[in-house]
T-cell receptor
Framework: GAGVSQTPSNKVTEKGKYVELRCDPI?????LYWYRQSLGQGPEFLIY????????DSGLPNDRFFAVRPEGSVSTLKIQRTERGDSAVYLC????????????FGPGTRLTVT | ELKVEQNPLFLSMQEGKNYTIYCNYS?????LYWYRQDPGKSLESLFV?????AVKQEGRLMASLDTKARLSTLHITAAVHDLSATYFC????????????FGKGTKLSVKP
C-alpha cells in the first residue's frame, strides 16, 4: 500500500516568512510524528500525535513551531518567522498504536531558509 | 535526559569482512530500533527489538539487545557494497512511548 507522503519535497523561503509542511500518514495509522534532521545528524523528535491530539510536543524548539492534525489523519507543521537555523529536512513518520510502535518514515521535506 | 551514542561514526570496510556497530543508551528503555538511510533518502526500518536478549537477523545483518547493559549491536557478516549506507539506532523514550531518540548514525562504506 501507499507509504507516508510529504509535500512539498523541497521548500526554499526567505528569512522571516511563514511555511507549512504537509504529511499524509499511512492509512489506518493513528500515531503521527514529526522529526527534523540536520546534515550529518540523526533525526530529532519534534512532536507526536495520537489521533487528533498532540500527545507529546516536548521537542518543538520554540513557539514559532506549531503542528496540527485536525481530523486525525493529515498533519501540517507550521513554522512562523523562519530563521536560517530552521533549514533542515523535516521528516514525518506514522505508526499503528500497538506494542511495537514501529515508525514508518516519509521521504521528508527539505527546507532551506535564505 | 536520554542520550544515545553510536560507534563508530564512520566505518570503511572491505567486502567479505565482518564488523559490529554499537549503540549505547543512558536510561532505561524497552524498545530499540535500527534504521538504514541511503544518501538523500528517508529512513528504512530494519529491526525492532523489544526485550532483553532479543536477536533478529535479516540477510547479512543481525541485531541484538541487552537492556541491562543498555547496549544494542548491529553485526554485519561478509559485507557487500549494497550495504553501504548510514545506520541509525533509536531508543523509545517518554511516557507516551512515542518519542524516539536517535543516535548520530554510523556511515558505512563497503569497498571492493
Amino acid at each position: 500500500g501507499a507509504g507516508v507522503s510529504q509535500t512539498p519535497s523541497n521548500k526554499v523561503t526567505e528569512k522571516g516568512k511563514y511555511v507549512e509542511l504537509r504529511c499524509d500518514p499511512i492509512s489506518g495509522h493513528t500515531a503521527l510524528y514529526w522529526y527534523r534532521q540536520s546534515l550529518g545528524q540523526g533525526p530529532e523528535f519534534l512532536i507526536y500525535f495520537q489521533g487528533t491530539g498532540a500527545a507529546d510536543d516536548s521537542g518543538l524548539p520554540n513557539d514559532r513551531f506549531f503542528a496540527v492534525r485536525p481530523e486525525g489523519s493529515v498533519s501540517t507543521l507550521k513554522i512562523q518567522r523562519t530563521e536560517r537555523g530552521d533549514s533542515a529536512v523535516y521528516l514525518c513518520a506514522s505508526s499503528l498504536a500497538g506494542a511495537t510502535y514501529e515508525q514508518y518514515f516519509g521521504p521528508g521535506t527539505r527546507l532551506t531558509v535564505t | 535526559e536520554l542520550k544515545v551514542e553510536q560507534n563508530p561514526l564512520f566505518l570503511s570496510m572491505q567486502e567479505g569482512k565482518n564488523y559490529t556497530i554499537y549503540c549505547n543508551y543512558s536510561t532505561t528503555s524497552d524498545r530499540l530500533y535500527w534504521y538504514r538511510q541511503d544518501p538523500g533518502k528517508s529512513l528504512e526500518s530494519l529491526f525492532v527489538l523489544l526485550s532483553n536478549g532479543a536477536v533478529k537477523q535479516e540477510g547479512r545483518l543481525m541485531a541484538s539487545l541487552d537492556t541491562k547493559a543498555r547496549l544494542s549491536t548491529l553485526h554485519i557478516t561478509a559485507a557487500v557494497h549494497d550495504l553501504s549506507a548510514t545506520y541509525f539506532c533509536a531508543v523509545g523514550y517518554g511516557g507516551s512511548q512515542g518519542n524516539l531518540i536517535f543516535g548520530k548514525g554510523t556511515k558505512l562504506s563497503v569497498k571492493p
